[in-house]
């Protein structure tokens, strides 16, 4: 992390000279330290966080993917000639242990034309769908099944 609060300091400098990186040697080493004990600072795992970047860019792929899909859906509900909208709340439970993952799974639900979510306590998911068939699933969909991978 020292090396990463050098790198910054010599990019925002005006100009470079011995002084200045000797300047931003120090004052990385002081704000590295201040990290490591008043901030509880923990070194990074790099391994961990390649793959918390590769499960997130795979979980991008799949909500485009499901975003996708829900759009096509309810095109065709709003074009049709007869409109088969059946609205209403389901509730379900989810598996995800962490809030955070709840909370990325509630907004990628109100994210998903035809769903929103209405409220999120602790796991309970309450959400509004357009019909029934927006509704099947959710609670074990392929975005679930990614982000418990990502808690691991």
């Not at 899909?69 to 095109?75: D, L, Q």
């Not at 068939?133 to 990502?150: D, N, T």
Request: hydrophobic share 50%; aromatic share 12%; glycine share 4%.
């Amino acid at each position: 992390m020292f090396l990463l609060y050098l790198f910054l300091w010599l990019v925002f400098v005006s100009h470079f000279s011995f002084e200045s990186a000797a300047a931003g040697a120090a004052i990385s080493i002081a704000v590295y330290i201040f990290t490591r004990k008043h901030m509880r600072y923990k070194s990074i795992d790099i391994r961990r966080l390649l793959r918390s970047i590769l499960y997130g860019l795979h979980y991008a792929v799949i909500l485009l993917y499901e975003i996708g899909i829900a759009n096509a859906a309810v095109f065709r509900i709003v074009f049709s000639r007869k409109i088969n909208v059946n609205p209403r709340l389901i509730y379900f439970r989810t598996a995800l242990r962490t809030t955070p993952t709840q909370v990325v799974l509630a907004n990628s639900i109100t994210l998903t034309p035809g769903t929103i979510t209405v409220a999120l306590n602790n796991g309970l998911f309450c959400v509004h769908c357009l019909n029934e068939k927006m509704a099947e699933g959710i609670e074990s969909s392929s975005m679930v099944r990614q982000l418990m991978k990502f808690e691991q």
